[in-house]
């Protein structure tokens, strides 16, 4: 896949690094990183039907009536891989919007990221998320397992 670099400046100990981000401009495409590895995986939000499953399943549940599009849309970047995702290879969720860890201290805080000019590009793997755990759920057992991680991060 091809990727661009970005720098990054950690908030823990002011190092800068570079990691690999989609091309700027990928709109509904997302690069999922590992929590506890370096692995990453690619999104297309566009075509992913476990995306869709998901965001309707939010919009449904009780406590997200009233709610804005815009806060939904957050809820689901927050909730979507946890719950919808297979983990890496290691165990470890995915997750969207996250930052690597810094290769000097290992935080994952980022103070501040900027697009390297003129632009780096590399080719990386990133192979598509996969649905299989979630893919053989029940919808009730879908909607718990929402519910779960809506609680576990404050929302219920």
Same mark, same amino acid.
């Given at each position: 896949?091809? =990727?661009?670099?970005?720098?990054?400046?950690?908030?823990?100990?002011?190092? !800068?690094? *570079?990691?690999? $981000?989609? /091309? +700027? @401009?990928?709109?509904?495409?997302?690069?999922?990183? +590992?929590?506890?590895? /370096?692995?990453?995986?690619? /999104?297309?939000?566009?075509?992913?039907?476990?995306?869709?499953?998901?965001?309707? =399943?939010?919009?449904?549940?009780?406590?997200?009536?009233?709610?804005? *599009?815009?806060?939904?849309? $957050?809820? =689901?970047?927050?909730?979507? #891989? !946890?719950?919808?995702?297979?983990? $890496?290879?290691?165990?470890? +969720?995915? @997750?969207?919007?996250?930052?690597?860890?810094?290769?000097?201290? +290992? #935080?994952?805080?980022?103070?501040?990221?900027?697009?390297?000019?003129?632009?780096?590009?590399?080719?990386?793997?990133? $192979?598509?998320?996969?649905?299989?755990?979630?893919?053989?759920?029940?919808?009730?057992?879908?909607?718990?397992?929402?519910?779960?991680?809506?609680?576990?991060?404050?929302?219920?």
């Amino acid at each position: 896949m091809n =990727l661009q670099l970005i720098k990054l400046t950690c908030a823990s100990c002011l190092g !800068v690094f *570079e990691a690999p $981000d989609l /091309l +700027s @401009g990928a709109y509904g495409e997302f690069l999922l990183r +590992s929590e506890g590895t /370096l692995e990453v995986a690619y /999104l297309n939000a566009l075509e992913d039907a476990a995306y869709g499953e998901v965001y309707d =399943l939010i919009k449904q549940n009780p406590r997200m009536h009233g709610m804005r *599009e815009h806060f939904i849309a $957050d809820v =689901l970047r927050q909730i979507y #891989a !946890v719950v919808a995702c297979d983990p $890496d290879s290691a165990g470890y +969720s995915f @997750g969207i919007g996250q930052f690597p860890r810094c290769p000097f201290c +290992s #935080a994952g805080n980022v103070a501040h990221w900027e697009e390297i000019d003129p632009p780096i590009f590399i080719d990386l793997p990133a $192979d598509p998320v996969t649905h299989t755990c979630w893919d053989d759920l029940s919808k009730d057992q879908k909607i718990a397992k929402i519910d779960n991680e809506l609680w576990a991060i404050g929302y219920i």
